[in-house]
């Protein structure tokens, strides 16, 4: 649906033409100046999206500690954007916090429980590690969350203060109201990343995700025909 | 804890015992240690935890070192204590780096069942071998990792960071 751009006035005159036959005149004017907003359905859509974000409860390392478990305190109050609701399941989340480092045996956790969240979905990289692996440049430590999910907002700090999560919260509402699409695989042309299930009536994968899937498939094979080991197919 | 002429003569016992099995001692900052062969390494645990008059029977910590560039190599450490006195012995077995092929040394699981998790660790982030250790494998790396992680001529890792120091500079 394409949204239409107008100004404020173009659309109280529109709604004017639809009010005539039950006020005239002068009384007409103030009446819609009043009382009618015009908009379209995303941007409400949109709006109440991101002022009823469902985080996930999800902790990883000490960043946890001020976020999720201190923003939603009296003090900070997370509440007050209408994300007061932590769900303890991925498939009730809207937005995963990633609080602290991620660790490379961790990665493929988090990356699942990413993809277990229904679309919209969105997330937050809290603190340095979880940006950029802060000062854990090391074997162990996946070196930024960024190479292996799609990351919305980063918070820098080492642990950021909640006021920081908090400001990063509110951008991130502000990009989901600003955005009129909220797939991610839009936001970060991200197509041909899909999994889909083989088989089904309507699983037709986009032309680069089965060339990806052969070339996988391919790959298994011959190291199965290297090491001996027999074909699952 | 053993003064030094006290693990002297806590070696002269076991060289009583089990000849051979200490190959030196060293008291360094009031910690008593004994360099033992590392084949025979089981036969000083065991001595040092049942006999009388000695019984470091609890192992509170089992880990390992990488002495690069120094020869041998790699060292596994035993802490042990006897928890009536509460007095600490450490035995050091030191092993050779064999290049491709991992150092080995026997697991001392049956003496003491808390090294079951200590010796997956050391082999996890060392590659060392303990022979007879009924589940050697990785324990804190993805099962799939390939290297060992806290010998000193393991890369780092991560991605390089430019400091000021290691600029590259362009004239």
Known sequence: MEIERRSLREKQVAARDMLRGDLEGEDLERYVEERVVTTTFEKVQNWARANSIFPLTFGLACCAIEAPISIVTARYDLARFGAEALRASPRQADLIILSGRVSIKMAPVVRRLYDQMLEPKWVMAMGACSSSAGMFANYAVVQGADKFMPVDVYVPGCPPRPEAVLYGFVKLQHKIMGSPDQSWRRRYDAYGTEEWARGGPRSEPSPEASKAYEEAKRSVERLREETGEPSVA | ?171
Request: net charge negative.
């Open chain 2, 1 to 171: 804890m053993p003064d030094a002429p006290g693990v002297e003569l806590i070696r002269g016992e076991i060289d009583r015992d089990c000849p051979g099995a200490v190959l030196a001692t060293s008291f360094d900052r009031a910690q008593a240690a004994l360099i033992a062969d590392p084949e025979k390494v089981i036969e000083v645990l065991a001595w040092l935890k049942d006999q009388p008059g000695h019984r470091y029977d609890f192992l509170s910590s089992l880990h390992a070192a990488d002495y690069l560039p120094a020869e041998p190599r790699f060292a596994v450490h035993y802490e042990l204590i006897n928890r009536d006195r509460v007095e600490r012995i450490r035995v050091k077995a030191m092993l050779a780096d064999r290049g491709e092929e991992l150092p080995e040394i026997d697991s001392c699981v049956d003496l003491f069942p808390t090294a079951n998790a200590q010796e997956r660790e050391v082999f996890d982030f060392f590659g060392i071998v303990f022979r007879g250790h009924p589940n050697l494998t990785r324990i804190l790396m993805p099962d799939d990792y390939v290297g060992w992680p806290q010998r000193r001529d393991f890369p780092v890792g991560g991605e390089p960071v430019t400091f000021t120091y290691s600029e590259a500079r362009y004239d």
